[in-house]
């Protein structure tokens, strides 16, 4: 560890020193420009009130303090600033850009999801069920009776109509419901929260506080998608039959998707692996020029991508290279890069969802979970012998400017790389990397544990490291 400013992000930083209340002028006035004076008057002092802050209150925190060192009543910069932020964070958690269009009239999820008991098809989604196919519960949009209930044992978490009430509360993360004056779901939408949050199971295993950008690595996305009685229109846009369909979904598996199939019609790997990517981070990219695991753009570009080609929002959206009928025939087909609508509701929220996404900070590793020494020496070895700074370099843990590398670099596969314009894979930022360790690394999950990553690097790049320096590079990897 160098300073402490170099293990903690700028807005972190003014955090803390906004917690502490000292040096707020410091961390304030120079804060984006010349962080680094702040730095030695904020860390002994304000350290602990920071690590407590940092949560969700930690951009007002930060506002407040600046606006008190203006000595002016709002600087109208900060104070749009925040407001971004505000807005971008309900975009994030409940904005569905209209997409129940697809959810609820195309594919009739809501259907399945009440159950014919409640008016729709099948046996229904019981909340049991729906926490079994890793949807997350935010308990704190659960009144006090329903707490008490769940404590007590009279909630039914097998009854369907129980799952209906949760998404009359807006209870279930990244899924919205829209009822019917007779309690029944009229139609279902998705939010960004549904992939890129999870809860810390503070109430139970999957109930709990939202974690904004946290990868729900739970989630069986394809299994969800799966609940539909009709697959047919995906079949259709695909031009493939709802069975091809249907096994591809099957093989997602927890905690991955695949964006790409809707723009090539991948569905497998040619080893027959799925094609499914695990669902990154969506935290700690703030710096980061390139976002995707093949770079496919910036955050704005990407979200404007997901919540059009992949939420099925309605928007418009331009992007010339899904033109190229050889890399991306599905894409080329629909004319997936020349989306025009007549009411965009995606694009007036890509300015504050960008400025929610860059705010949400890596979460730091919890005291205790990785060994101290070990991962001191394992810095040294990450920044020396070990060459792993050469990409993942402090303080991004990408590269700054353009963090591409070729498959061939890397030592693995082009599948995935091979599906993006570019051809090439990013340099994962590694902030956070302790909370996302399910589904395994990089990003099909090809290496199940992080010993599996460094013999990868060491055969790689002919490192000739030890067994325990690879251990103690673990250890720094689990620290960040
Ligand atoms: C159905 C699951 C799903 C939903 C919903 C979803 N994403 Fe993602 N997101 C993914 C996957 C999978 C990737 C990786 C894609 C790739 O690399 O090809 C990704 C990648 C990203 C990245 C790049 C992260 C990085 O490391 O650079 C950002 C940013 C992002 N998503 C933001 C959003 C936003 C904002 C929304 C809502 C508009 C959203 N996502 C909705 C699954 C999802
Ligand atoms: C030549 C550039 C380069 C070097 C050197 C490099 N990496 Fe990486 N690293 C990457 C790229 C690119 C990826 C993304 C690979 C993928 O997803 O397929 C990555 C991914 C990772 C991941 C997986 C992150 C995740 O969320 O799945 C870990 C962990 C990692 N690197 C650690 C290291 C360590 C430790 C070293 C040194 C031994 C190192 N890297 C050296 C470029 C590099």
């Known amino acids: ?139 704190q949009a659960l009144p006090a009776s329903v707490v008490a209930g769940v404590k007590a044992g009279t909630v039914d978490l097998n009854d369907p109509a129980t799952t209906l009430a949760l998404l009359k509360l807006n209870a279930v993360v990244g899924v919205t419901g829209t009822m019917n004056t007779d309690g029944s779901l009229k139609t279902i939408g998705i939010q960004c929260a549904f992939c890129h949050s999870t809860v810390d199971d503070s109430f139970a295993p999957g109930i709990g506080k939202r974690l904004d950008g946290w990868p729900n690595r739970d989630l069986n996305v394809g299994a969800i998608v799966g609940l539909s009685a009709d697959l047919t229109p995906v079949a259709t846009f695909l031009g493939v039959d709802e069975a091809t369909v249907r096994a591809v979904l099957a093989g997602w598996g927890p905690g991955r998707y695949d964006a790409e199939v809707f723009l090539d019609g991948k569905g497998f790997r040619p080893d027959g692996k799925t094609g499914a990517t695990l669902i990154p981070a969506a935290f700690g990219l703030a710096g980061i020029n390139l976002h995707t695991y093949t770079g496919w753009g910036s955050v704005p570009y990407w979200n404007a991508f997901v919540a059009i080609l992949e939420m099925h929002g309605q928007g418009n959206f331009t992007d010339s ?24 509701l995606v694009s007036s929220k890509l300015p504050g969802l960008q400025a929610y996404q860059l705010s949400i900070l890596a979460p730091p590793a919890p005291a205790g ?31 700054s400017g353009w963090n591409m590398h070729t498959p061939t670099e890397m030592g693995i596969d082009d599948f995935q790389a091979s599906r993006s314009p570019d051809g090439q894979y990013r340099t994962t930022p590694l902030r956070g990397l302790w909370s996302h360790q399910k589904g395994g690394f990089y990003h099909d999950g090809q290496f199940a544990t992080l010993m599996d990553v460094m013999n990868h690097y060491d055969t790689t790049f002919g490192l000739g490291l030890t067994t325990a320096q690879k251990q103690d590079v673990i250890e720094y990897l689990k620290s960040l």
């Open 1 to 139: 560890m160098r300073s402490i400013f170099l293990k903690r992000s700028v807005t972190q930083l003014v955090t803390m020193v906004a917690v502490g209340g000292a040096a707020v002028g410091a961390g304030c006035s120079q804060g984006g420009t010349g962080a680094g004076s702040g730095t030695s008057g904020a860390g002994g002092t304000a350290s602990a009130g920071g690590t407590s802050g940092a949560g969700g209150t930690a951009s007002s925190g930060m506002m407040a303090a600046c606006r008190r060192d203006a000595g002016t009543e709002t600087d109208p910069t900060v104070a749009a600033g925040e407001a971004a932020i505000l807005e971008g964070q309900q975009t994030f958690r409940y904005d569905t850009f209209g997409d129940e269009a697809f959810w609820g009239d195309t594919l009739k999820l809501h259907e399945a999801i009440e159950g014919s008991a409640h008016g729709g098809v099948g046996a229904g989604v019981s909340p049991k069920t729906a926490l079994s196919v890793g949807l997350k519960v935010d308990s």
């Open 321 to 344: 290279r899904l033109d190229n009928a050889v890399q991306f025939p599905v894409a080329a087909k629909n004319k997936s890069g020349h989306m025009r609508v007549a009411n965009d």
């Open 369 to 399: 979970s990785f060994d101290a020494a070990a991962a001191k020496r394992g810095d040294g070895l990450f920044n020396g012998a070990a060459k792993c700074s050469g990409c993942h370099t402090d303080p991004l843990m990408t590269e």
